[in-house]
Nanobody
Framework: QVQLVESGGGLVQAGGSLRLSCAASGSIVSINSMAWYRQAPGKQRELVADITSDGSTNYADSVKGRFTISRDNAKNTVYLQMNSLKPEDTAVYYC????????????????WGQGTQVTVSS
């Protein structure tokens, strides 16, 4: 069984910073790409940033220059450093990992974290 556990959300004033973490655990053979998504009330879930196993990154235009995604492969963990936060960044943030679990052959499955709330006050 594979689990993703997120941490680091909270309440911050506009212009502040937060760092989110998402750790994968369980019967894992390997982890391919990892990503952060967010969903604001009444809106669809959207991609914030993703990172491949070799460290290539991609960002939504709305967060470029403010957010940084990184990963520690030894810890099966992905991070999202969020700086210069804006009220419009308020959302529940979810991590997604494409994981090859043990016992399923060479199949990559999508696993989601439970979500962590980020609230930015003006």
């Amino acid at each position: 069984q594979v689990q993703l556990v997120e941490s680091g959300g909270g309440l911050v004033q506009a212009g502040g910073s937060l760092r989110l973490s998402c750790a994968a655990s369980g019967s894992i053979v390997s982890i391919n790409s990892m990503a952060w998504y967010r969903q604001a009330p009444g809106k669809q879930r959207e991609l914030v940033a993703d990172i491949t196993s070799d460290g290539s990154t991609n960002y939504a235009d709305s967060v470029k220059g403010r957010f940084t995604i990184s990963r520690d492969n030894a810890k099966n963990t992905v991070y999202l450093q969020m700086n210069s936060l804006k009220p419009e960044d308020t959302a529940v943030y979810y991590c997604l990992a494409k994981i090859m679990p043990r016992g399923f052959g060479r199949v990559l499955l999508n696993y989601w974290g439970q979500g962590t709330q980020v609230t930015v006050s003006s």
